[in-house]
């Protein structure tokens, strides 16, 4: 990069992820390692590991260096006449050096502490952090290690107690039984906020405790509320009136280290009850005057979720799994805890409720199969399987959305004085509709439940299928989130700028048997106890909307009320809340990691360990370092730490033009390549090759929206902050001619247009070497975009003699067995229609030889794909060895402020490998590095190996042809 600003220059060694040079031109590289350092995954020895090249010359000639090093490699240094680099293969990160041949090889550091990282050099000693502190080598000779003390100035901000916005912090929110008030979950803390015309008062708010999962009950009397507190560092209930504790009270706490992760709660309407699903799969009951905890249920096959009680708490139902993803319901007794089956496990039934009289249980189901053809590829799906359906829990009610032996009536009596009891069913109430104890309350309508022939009572709603979730029982109905079938990458909207559409709240009336519209821009909701008003929340609002109607749009009106949020006031102390965070991250990956022994690492004196470092972080970087290197002490891949995301301003986001520009010798700036853009892709547009653009390579940009391109800084400054927005360009034809004025759409991110770039030039790489015989086809990721990469040109490639298979830079995901599918077939029959040409059978299947090609970067489900590809016979692997992670991950987890971390949680085993995948990598059948000289001459001796593989089996074993006609 010249000191002037100007166009950077590019060195011509390829990805690296470190550069040191030496003396008379020498240089060594470090490979472009996994993107993390090595204390980050401690131990680690997959195919990113770090690798050392050298060229003694300068000459652009690199060999390996220390390659029989058994370990990850990182921070090359030239040390006078020496290398000294980082390397962990006697198993702690150390400070080691060797003569420039390899030979002589040291250790400087001690193995017994901490991974040492980071090291820099002036050319005589070294520098390098260890567990936060600085340490120093004054010679490469006979010098020790000694700590450098470092104090710094400043007023250390991010340690400073600060205030946050309720709003953009909000969890869960849970109204009261009228719609007066809500328990609101803010950053940890939990608030009583009042809906309108009154106060918002903290319940729970002790800095360095985390509270969770708010739940309003009680009756029309006072209020109660529940969360999930760890203020004793393992959860546990704690329960305060809404209206606040006495001055010096303390919020009632129940079963303190006895729950686990509790992952959901419910409460009895009696409020005797407390249900809980926790991270190990129990369903647990508490009971809120005992404190008493039972258990009534458990699960090896996943989490329970959708707990719901009876109206008159004397059942309990919850979605139990089975083998994924069929879900099944069950209902247990509250008195005595005998358990039974309410679906068959059969389906995905999940989302239980009750209807207020008791008398069904309502669940969404995916059992509608209704296929629908697949417009690019023969095949069908099931992309709307979901409908609501209901269960008569006595045998003798009838169904809803039947016949009625008097008819339905035209005008529904006044509530207070009809009976609805017709089918026969008693009640906890007496006949004249109180309680049994004589007091004036609503009455509690009993639930009779009768096991026998309870499958054969469920019957659906009569709504279309879709997609549905979060279905609650309300006043006279049922209420719903349908979602709209979108597609996962988003590039099937109107244009790449367009919102999908939201989610809508609707409600089934129960007595009109219809449904209506009450939100189209719901997130989630909550219903109130009396099941007449819905806290709906909403883009970071909090809105009180009727149960039974759609409300106005007006924000404060008797139909829809906007809760203020502003009146929660919220003081973050960063030190109490990142021992918080600490103390957690430790705990979820103590009872989620794949092995319950952690691996036989101490995972308690591991906390303890780092617990010092902790006190002397000063900033959320500080936090996110620590986070990353204590889990890395696991081993294990997937185990990420990754802060919330920071907002980007518009104005500084930089606008790109999709084009190689480069500073000509008079100074102007040319265009060097217009990208092509790729017509099935509405991301990978090409700005300059619009229609009515007509930019050619050659031009020259003078000016952006009459501003002068300045001949150092170039047009990079001007375009600052114009994504997606009309810039005009002053362009001056190459030719000579006059200049042009033309208006373009700058993009913010060019990868999608340059990615299509790079899979076209090596498909017309692979057409021509081959003399048109071989296909080829890159696959990403496994996951949506990877999906769409492979089937955007798979039907043209594979009909060719043979396919290379790139799964280079693979990101993984979850579809590699998908893409196994495609694979794997084999042509076993020919369909030859009269004047058409015939298809093989099954349709798309490779002709002949199936090449693969891996690199270091195809990883996690990249690193599947290629072990099933030698599992199964489909071909020979080419490359290098594989990242080495496939201990997978639900990502399911976040820390107070937002901060995403995982938990190894799936090991996978596979045939052949056993457990070895993990941490080692899927080994090439031909091994071919990718050198540094390779990259800079723009050769891919990968690719071409696997090329020269294909033809080389399509000389003996010739591509499968259709027979002639008989």
């Not at 820099?120 to 502190?133: C, M």
């Not at 990978?684 to 007509?694: D, E, I, K, T, W």
């Not at 600052?720 to 042009?740: H, S």
């Amino acid at each position: 990069m010249p000191l002037d600003g100007g166009p950077a220059r590019i060195l011509p060694f390829g990805p690296v992820g470190d550069v040191a040079y030496g003396p008379d031109g020498a240089v060594l590289l470090l490979s472009a390692t996994m993107g993390r350092e090595a204390a980050a995954w401690k131990r680690y020895r997959g195919g990113t590991a770090g690798k050392l090249w050298i060229d003694l010359t300068g000459g652009g000639d690199f060999e390996r260096l220390h390659a029989d090093l058994d370990g990850n490699l990182e921070s090359p240094l030239w040390v006078g006449d020496r290398l000294a680099f980082l390397s962990d293969h006697e198993g702690t990160g150390a400070l080691y050096s060797s003569l420039p041949n390899g030979s002589d090889l040291r250790r400087h550091t001690p193995l017994d502490g901490f991974y040492a990282r980071q090291a820099a050099t002036d050319g005589t000693r070294v520098v390098y952090s260890s567990a936060g502190e600085l340490h120093l080598l004054d010679d490469l000779e006979s010098a020790e290690p000694r700590p450098v003390a470092v104090r710094l100035g400043g007023q250390r901000t991010d340690l400073q107690p600060h205030p946050i916005r309720a709003s953009h912090h909000l969890g869960d929110a849970r109204p009261d039984h009228t719609g007066r008030g809500s328990a609101v979950e803010v950053r940890g803390t939990t608030h009583w906020v009042t809906h309108r015309g009154g106060p918002a008062r903290a319940l729970a708010a002790q800095p360095g405790v985390r509270t969770r999962l708010p739940r309003t009950f009680g009756g029309e009397g006072d209020q109660q509320v529940v969360w999930v507190t760890d203020a004793e560092g393992e959860d546990a209930l704690e329960l305060s009136p809404a209206a606040g504790l006495a001055p010096g009270a303390v919020p009632r706490r129940l079963a303190a280290g006895r729950l686990g992760r509790v992952l959901e709660i419910e409460v009895s309407p009696d409020g005797h009850r407390i249900a809980v699903a926790s991270h190990d799969g129990r369903v647990l009951l508490v009971e809120t005057q005992t404190g008493e905890v039972r258990e009534v249920a458990t699960s090896d096959a996943g989490d329970v979720t959708g707990l719901a009680f009876s109206p008159d708490s004397a059942w309990l139902a919850w979605s139990h799994p089975g083998p994924d993803p069929l879900r099944q319901l069950k209902i247990a007794a509250t008195s005595d805890l005998s358990v039974a089956d309410a679906t068959p496990l059969r389906f995905n039934d999940y989302a239980p409720a009750f209807t207020p009289d008791g008398k069904h249980l309502a669940f969404l189901s995916e059992r509608a199969f209704d296929p629908v053809y697949d417009a690019h590829v023969f095949d069908l799906s099931f992309p709307n399987a979901c409908r609501p359906h209901l269960i008569t829990l006595a045998a003798t009610t009838p169904s809803p959305f039947g016949p009625q032996r008097h008819g339905r009536p035209v005008e529904e009596p006044d509530e207070e004085t009809k009976d609805d009891r017709s089918d026969g069913e008693g009640d906890s109430a007496g006949q004249d509709g109180r309680q049994a104890d004589g007091e004036d309350r609503p009455r509690v309508p009993a639930t009779r439940v009768d096991f026998e022939g309870i499958a054969d009572r469920i019957v659906a709603f009569p709504v279309e299928a879709g997609r549905y979730t979060s279905l609650t029982a309300a006043k006279n109905g049922l209420l719903w989130l349908r979602h709209p079938l979108l597609g996962t990458l988003g590039t099937a909207l109107a244009t790449p700028e367009a919102q999908p559409p939201g989610s809508v709240l609707e409600r089934y009336d129960l007595k009109q048997l219809r449904v209506e519209e009450l939100a189209d821009d719901a997130e989630d909701f909550a219903v109130t106890g009396d099941g007449t008003k819905v806290l709906l929340a909403a883009n970071g609002r909090l809105r009180v909307v009727p149960a039974d109607s759609k409300s106005s749009d007006d924000d404060d009106s008797d139909a829809s009320i906007t809760v203020d949020l502003s009146r929660i006031r919220v003081t973050v102390r960063p030190q109490d809340e990142w021992r918080q965070m600490y103390a957690e991250a430790h705990r979820l990956m103590r009872d989620n990691f794949w092995r319950a022994d952690m691996s036989g690492i101490d995972w308690n004196a591991v906390a303890e360990r780092y617990r010092p470092v902790l006190e002397r972080a000063a900033t959320h970087d500080d936090l996110m370092d620590l986070l990353w290197e204590v889990q890395g002490e696991l081993g294990t891949s997937h185990a990420y730490v990754t802060p919330p995301g920071a907002h980007r301003d518009a104005l500084t986001r930089q606008g790109l033009l999709g084009a190689d520009i480069a500073r000509a010798e008079d100074g102007r700036w040319q265009i060097v390549r217009v990208l092509p853009g790729e017509s099935s892709d509405p991301q990978a547009r090409s700005p300059l090759a619009a229609p009515g653009v007509a930019v050619r390579t050659g031009d020259s940009l003078l000016a952006v929206d009459g501003h002068p391109v300045d001949p150092v800084a170039g047009p990079g400054p001007l375009l600052t902050g114009t994504a997606g927005k009309p810039v005009e360009l002053t362009v001056a034809p190459a030719d000579g001619g006059l200049a042009r004025h033309v208006v373009v759409v700058p993009l913010a991110d060019e990868e999608p247009l340059r990615y299509h770039d790079w899979v076209a030039g090596r498909r017309a790489h692979v057409h021509e070497r081959s003399g048109g015989r071989l296909g080829y086809l890159h696959v990403p990721d496994m996951v949506g975009f990877g999906w769409a990469q492979l089937h955007r040109d798979l039907r043209v490639e594979v009909a060719r003699e043979g396919l290379v298979v790139d799964v280079r830079e693979n990101r993984g995901g979850h579809t590699s067995q998908l893409v196994i599918e495609k694979l794997a077939r084999r042509i076993v029959g020919w369909d030859l229609p009269r004047g058409l040409r015939p298809q093989s059978y099954p349709l798309d299947a490779p002709r002949g030889p199936v090449v693969a090609v891996a690199n270091e970067f195809s990883g996690s489900d990249g690193d599947i794909v290629n072990a099933a590809i030698k599992a199964l016979n489909i071909g020979p692997v080419v490359g290098t060895r594989t990242w080495g992670g496939v201990v997978g991950i639900d990502s399911r987890y976040d820390l107070v402020d937002g901060t995403a971390v995982t938990q190894p949680k799936y090991a996978f085993w596979f045939e052949g490998y056993g457990w070895d995948v993990e941490n080692h990598g899927v080994d090439p059948d031909v091994e071919v590095l990718q050198r540094p000289q390779d990259w800079a001459a723009d050769v891919d001796p990968q690719l071409d190996t696997a090329i020269d593989l294909a033809l080389a089996s399509l000389a003996e074993h010739p591509a499968k042809t259709p027979p002639p006609l008989p």
